[in-house]
């Protein structure tokens, strides 16, 4: 891929002049051009946080209390994994902090009430464990932890391969092009349902605007996929992708905060949740 192209604005005002002299206003810089500093610059962050659409797991009712209408999800933290935030609605849902998880204990008291049904007095419940946190960090595996870095780096991979499957594209013959465009049907369909960056369908040329008070540029196609990125082109940060309906919003790029692990006396472990729920289940008697 070509080198970053400068990008400038040139002012409009002022009287006339020869017309050839006076530089005209460029526009964004083509996705070719702009993509390789775009992802260089997200894998050097330091940290930032990604909110994105519930999907199934939103549809939930355990999860609607918490995420309220929004129906989306919050992922803050470190790119090198040493601290994550899952948040809901504004609500940290979940903590990762080294090697320590916890989890809020609204949540905990929904997740562990479902399946034991009137057994158990439910505002009892959530009134115990109001403020309290579970620590979850002996039930963590590897397959549990959140690594917004590898996220970053697994959605470069994908756009990457999206670009080389253009470029075969454009090298097959005639004859072949109905088994390849099949082959990287399957291919681009795998990858978007792992990972919202995809550069196969998206336009070259870009358009200036601004979104949430801030200016992007954004590369679209036909169909409603679309990258915007900062109008930086020294830092042109992901601000939101949109692929096959799955849109992921990118802020707080290298302002994120370490969360303050929650205090001693309001962590309770298994055990201690496992004696509530018999208490409980015993008084509910």
């Known amino acids: 891929m070509t080198a970053l192209s400068a990008f400038a604005l040139t002012s409009c005002s002022g009287g006339g002049g020869g017309g050839e002299e006076e530089d005209e206003p460029q526009g964004p810089p ?23 659409d519930m999907g199934e797991i939103g549809e ?9 209408d929004s129906g989306t999800l919050s992922v803050s933290g470190a790119m090198d ?10 609500e940290p849902l979940m903590m990762m902090i080294g090697d320590e998880a916890f989890v809020d204990g609204g949540i905990t008291a929904s997740l562990a009430a479902a399946p034991m049904g009137d057994a158990i007095d439910m505002d009892q419940l959530e009134q115990e464990l109001e403020g309290k946190w579970l620590d979850l ?16 780096a697994d959605g470069r991979e994908t756009w990457e391969e999206g670009a080389e499957e253009d470029d075969s594209e454009g090298d097959d013959s005639a004859s072949d092009e109905s088994d390849s465009d099949e082959s990287n049907g399957e291919s681009s369909s795998s990858s978007s349902d792992e990972n919202p960056f995809n550069s196969s369908s998206l336009e070259e040329e870009g ?31 992901a601000v939101e992708v949109t692929n096959d309906g799955t849109t992921a919003r990118f802020t707080e790029w290298n302002e994120v905060d370490e969360p303050e692990r929650p205090a001693d006396d309001d962590v309770m472990d298994q055990q201690d949740l496992e004696s509530l729920l018999m208490d409980l289940m015993t008084e509910s008697q």
Not at 137 to 147: A, L, V
Not at 208 to 230: H, Q
């Open 137 to 152: 960090s002996s039930e963590m595996g590897s397959d549990d932890e959140i690594d917004l870095g590898e996220m970053i």
């Open 81 to 90: 994994g040493s601290f994550t935030v899952i948040s809901g609605d504004g």
């Open 60 to 68: 939930g009712e355990d999860f609607q209390e918490f995420l309220g």
């Open 207 to 237: 358009t200036e605007e601004e979104r949430d008070g801030e200016s992007v540029w954004a590369y679209s196609d036909d169909e409603g996929n679309e990258l915007a990125v900062r109008a930086d082109e020294d830092a042109p940060y």
């Open 30 to 52: 083509t996705l070719s051009d702009i993509d390789d500093a775009m992802w260089d610059a997200m894998e050097s962050a330091d940290s930032v946080t990604v909110e994105g």
